[in-house]
């Protein structure tokens, strides 16, 4: 038997627990703790939410075990679709109502081993209750398997009035393993303690076998031997002898007695008929879990539970999560179509970013997804002809994937092509599109239609947004054309001035206004479209003209009143370089107010220029600008570039920040040294890049 061919996700759980679970998730505020309280009283429904705990969408969280931080970790949205999707499969499955009493007392045996196990865990010191309890309600789940899929032949084997032993040799004849060792291997897939499969795997073992196994393990066993029989009674089973603890048969009794009475009282609440023998009809719960089912299909399947504006990549995070819950398909991956329609495009993977460069015109592709997308149906490498060549891309996503098998769903909607799934599949018994082909067309156009959802919701969201920066780039216009207006007043009365004033005024001091009002100018002007880049011109620095004009500002200006002295020593040889002007003024200005900013009265500031430093391979012009203030503070040097809280009044302590940013986009380098007894001096290297026409005469 193969493992993976056995349908997990058809396990049946009792109709009377499943109704509540799903009324329960149609409540506008339920609780993480009630949904709990019902799913931990339910083998199938617990079994599932580990099945799906264990898919690869959920491995981050393999650490979880426990059922109600597994709910947690699901979410709500999550919980509520495995709900539905345990309903539609119950409503399809092929179990009569006749099997409804075989489910019942499975789940009677399974709900008594697990509150005997927990009161056991409890007697006899071992600490974790809890998973006891789990391995309890989970100690028939490979019964609860095989009766799923193979509901005829099983169910004469499964109430057969034998010893264990004889009833797991007639399961390992006709099924090649037992049902206490085929739950024990899908424990061990799934997020659960190493302890508890070994515990179901060995809970029909004698006695003496078990000497000096873990406790869980001789704990289950117990219970186990306790729980048989399917009597819903006073009775008691006819051995009560425990080798393992050495607890007398009286407290055994005890145990048992207010184990069953428990179970009785939780059938009570939910309604759950306990009779002996087979039924005839369907049971209330049934039915209206059919009526449910007609409902939902009638409103378009699981779809209706999915919230609405998600984004591409939100919906297919919710697809992949929908394959593994239905269909138990854990390996996934997604190629959707371009722009133009005519190539499918890997998507991003956490797990397989080799899929972000798969790229296939799928019109002619000859593979399994080309001809799943021309065709509208899902294929199957499994179903290919013999003798047929398997397409190379085929083969190389079967290697990504790890799977001997690939299984590809067509995403159609209002019969535009979005793409494909391609899930790995194990064998070619597991989803045979002579049985599943139809469901699986059906899910797949539910899935397509929830991605031309998304991608709707994204094109009228980027139209809106587009709308909003139309508006907001129209103001900006509006108020750029105002504030041009004084600054136009501004320049002209400058140079009104500068007439009056003759050539004996400060023509260098006016000069330099006007060039900082012809960059304010420039700097407005960039609003006007915020989305369209400065169009590229090349710009001329004289570097040591422009250090001497901010210094002959900062002289009459913040200097003056602190009587600082401002030293420049240039290195005259520097050429004209192909660099920013407004960019480099700003940098220095803004070096220059910090300095003197945190300058004592009669501080002095020092700046240099010097040519042709050499650094890794590439040529410099040097700019140092230092103080013999007191330095910076620890804290300010380890987040020196990065905006943060200024400590001066007025400051949004963005300077510093505003100063690498520039100098990032001269492609210059900027350090610090900074210390009480040095000052503090800052280095920046310019890259030494000549105009144009000055490059061509070197």
Not at 240 to 253: E, I, K, P, V
Not at 673 to 687: H, M
Request: charged letters at 25%; hydrophobic letters at 40%; proline letters at 6%.
């Amino acid at each position: 038997m193969i493992l993976e061919d056995l349908r997990i996700e058809r396990i049946p759980s009792v109709p009377e627990v499943l109704v509540t679970l799903l009324k329960l998730c149609h409540k506008p505020q339920v609780e993480f703790e009630e949904l709990a309280r019902v799913i931990e009283r339910e083998p199938a429904l617990s079994g599932k939410i580990l099945h799906l705990a264990g898919t690869a969408y959920y491995r981050q969280w393999a650490e979880v075990t426990q059922i109600r931080r597994l709910l947690v970790v699901l979410g709500l949205d999550t919980v509520r679709r495995l709900a539905l999707t345990s309903a539609v499969h119950q409503y399809f499955s092929q179990l009569s109502p006749g099997h409804e009493s075989f489910t019942a007392a499975l789940w009677f045996r399974s709900l008594l081993c697990a509150h005997l196990a927990r009161d056991l865990a409890r007697l006899t010191g071992y600490a974790a209750e809890e998973e006891a309890y789990l391995a309890g309600l989970l100690h028939r789940l490979g019964q609860l398997v095989l009766l799923a899929n193979f509901p005829e032949p099983y169910q004469d084997i499964l109430f057969m009035d034998e010893a264990e032993a004889r009833i797991e040799h007639v399961e390992r004849d006709r099924f090649a393993t037992t049902a206490a060792e085929l739950g024990a291997e899908l424990l061990c897939r799934w997020p659960t303690s190493p302890f508890l499969a070994d515990a179901v795997r060995y809970q029909n073992f004698p006695q003496s076998d078990l000497g000096e196994s873990p406790p869980l393990v001789k704990v289950l066993n117990l219970a186990t031997r306790l729980s048989r029989g399917t009597s819903t009674g006073p009775l008691l089973p006819p051995d009560l002898d425990d080798r393992l603890f050495g607890l007398n048969a009286t407290l055994l009794a005890e145990v048992i007695h207010r184990g069953r009475a428990e179970v009785l009282e939780t059938a009570r609440g939910f309604a759950i008929d306990l009779g002996v023998g087979p039924r005839r009809d369907p049971s209330p719960a049934r039915e209206e879990l059919a009526d449910y089912t007609r409902k939902l299909a009638l409103l378009g399947g699981t779809g209706g539970m999915r919230p609405a504006c998600l984004d591409t990549r939100a919906a297919l995070e919710r697809i992949r999560r929908d394959l593994a819950l239905v269909f138990a398909l854990d390996e996934v991956e997604f190629f959707l179509c371009d722009t133009s329609g005519e190539r499918l495009l890997g998507q991003p993977s956490p797990s397989r970013p080799a899929c972000t460069g798969f790229s296939l015109d799928w019109r002619p592709s000859a593979s399994l997804l080309g001809r799943s997308l021309r065709e509208g149906r899902p294929l199957s490498s499994f179903d290919s002809s013999d003798g047929e060549t398997e397409a190379l891309v085929d083969e190389q996503l079967r290697r990504l994937l790890k799977t001997p098998g690939l299984l590809v769903l067509p995403l159609i909607a209002e019969q535009v092509p979005l793409g494909v799934v391609v899930a790995g599949i194990p064998s070619s018994g597991r989803l045979p599109l002579a049985e599943w082909g139809t469901g699986l067309n059906l899910f797949a156009g539910q899935l397509a239609f929830l991605l031309l959802q998304a991608r709707e919701t994204e094109a009228a969201r980027d139209a809106e947004e587009s709308a909003g920066r139309q508006w907001r780039n129209l103001e900006v216009r509006k108020l750029l054309h105002e504030v041009n207006n004084p600054l136009a007043i501004i320049t002209n009365y400058l140079h009104v001035l500068g007439l009056k004033l003759g050539e004996g005024g400060p023509t260098r001091e006016l000069a330099v206004l006007r060039e900082e009002l012809a960059r304010v100018g420039d700097l407005l002007a960039r609003f006007k479209d915020l989305e369209q880049p400065p169009a590229p011109r090349e710009e001329r620095l004289e570097l040591n003209r422009t250090i001497a004009d901010l210094c002959a500002i900062f002289a009459e200006g913040l200097f003056q009143g602190k009587k600082i002295r401002a030293e420049f020593d240039r290195d005259e040889s520097i050429p004209l370089l192909a660099l920013s002007p407004g960019a480099l003024r700003q940098v220095v200005m803004n070096l220059l107010k910090n300095a003197a900013e945190a300058l004592p009265e009669g501080g002095r500031i020092h700046l240099a220029t010097r040519d042709r430093i050499h650094k890794n391979g590439d040529l410099f012009v040097e700019l140092r600008i230092g103080d013999n203030g007191p330095g910076l503070p620890e804290r300010v040097l380890n987040g020196l570039f990065t905006p943060v809280a200024s400590t001066k009044p007025g400051h949004a302590g963005l300077g510093l920040s505003i100063v690498k940013q520039l100098l990032d986009q001269l492609g210059a380098e900027i350090s610090c040294a900074s210390s009480p007894e040095a000052g503090t001096r800052f280095q920046i290297l310019l890259p030494r890049t000549l105009p144009r026409e000055a490059s061509a005469h070197d």
